[in-house]
């Protein structure tokens, strides 16, 4: 009885210290980054680094004043946000009509609304960007944001339409026996139910389409560039890396990713896990 209990315990720390050791492993890059944005030029070629300085903001105020990092950084915000809004209302609409509405050729539809995500994006950025330009719809947010709500459909459909299989029947042919048509249904019957899923593929269609970058990278020039594509620049210059600056702009470009991860992953846990029983 003592042995087995001594045995928990070994198994309890050796977890815990494993979780330790993930989360640190995870969270010091950031940590590292943060660090390096805020050390002047002197600092950062001082060897060994040093942990302990007087933080400074020059290259936030570099970054954001002098070259405008921030319209970029706007630029981001406005096609993650307004694609993801796009993809989780039309994708869940459709995951609701896959579900509720009876059609010929149902699950072909599905299978194919379902295989372009399996295309890598190197593969269909070069006739993306032919038909782009024939539009004349070149280095424009809009456009981003079209396309990338287009690309993240796909996933909306799929999870979605697992997580609202998860949602009793009864209570869509309940409100359509009171008078209720199918889209009245949906919106005051399903779509509050259906919050915790819609919060947990938002939360993914967002970051993915905040880290993308080959995408911005191939239809925008200046206007529409988006902050991954923009710190790029930082990297390709011919004189001396500022790594001052790079660093803060990675540490921007990365803190929405963070936030999202530190408080609201109880969101993505609980949303992706309430459609896996029916």
Not at 155 to 174: N, T
Request: charged share 10%; aromatic share 14%.
């Amino acid at each position: 009885m003592i042995a087995g209990r001594k045995n928990n315990w070994v198994l309890r720390i050796v977890i815990v210290l494993g979780v330790v050791l993930l989360v640190v492993c995870s969270l010091f890059p950031a940590y590292y980054m943060l660090l390096t944005s805020l050390k002047t030029d002197q600092l950062l070629l001082s060897q060994p680094p040093r942990f302990w300085f007087t933080p400074v903001l020059d290259n936030y105020i570099k970054l954001l004043v002098e070259d405008d990092f921030g319209r970029y950084y706007w630029n981001s915000i406005n096609v993650a946000l307004w694609s993801t809004l796009i993809a989780v209302f039309l994708g869940t609409m459709m995951a609701f009509a896959f579900l509720k509405v009876p059609f010929n050729g149902k699950k072909a539809l599905f299978f194919l609304i379902l295989i372009p995500r399996s295309f890598p994006p190197v593969t269909t950025i070069i006739p993306v960007f032919f038909a782009v330009r024939a539009l004349g719809m070149m280095d424009e947010v809009l456009t981003l944001i079209f396309f990338e709500a287009a690309v993240r459909l796909p996933l909306v459909v799929w999870v979605m339409r697992g997580f609202l299989r998860s949602i009793p029947h009864e209570l869509v042919e309940a409100a359509l026996l009171d008078g209720c048509s199918l889209s009245q249904a949906f919106f005051r019957v399903v779509l509050p139910l259906a919050v915790p899923g819609l919060v947990a593929v938002g939360i993914i269609c967002f970051i993915d389409t905040w880290n993308a970058f080959l995408v911005p990278l191939v239809l925008t020039n200046f206007n529409a560039v988006t902050a991954p594509v923009a710190l790029m620049s930082y990297a390709e210059t011919e004189e001396q890396l500022v790594w001052g600056v790079i660093a803060a702009g990675g540490f921007l470009t990365i803190l929405p990713i963070l936030v999202f991860a530190l408080l609201l992953h109880r969101f993505l846990l609980r949303g992706l896990s309430a459609g896996a029983v029916k």
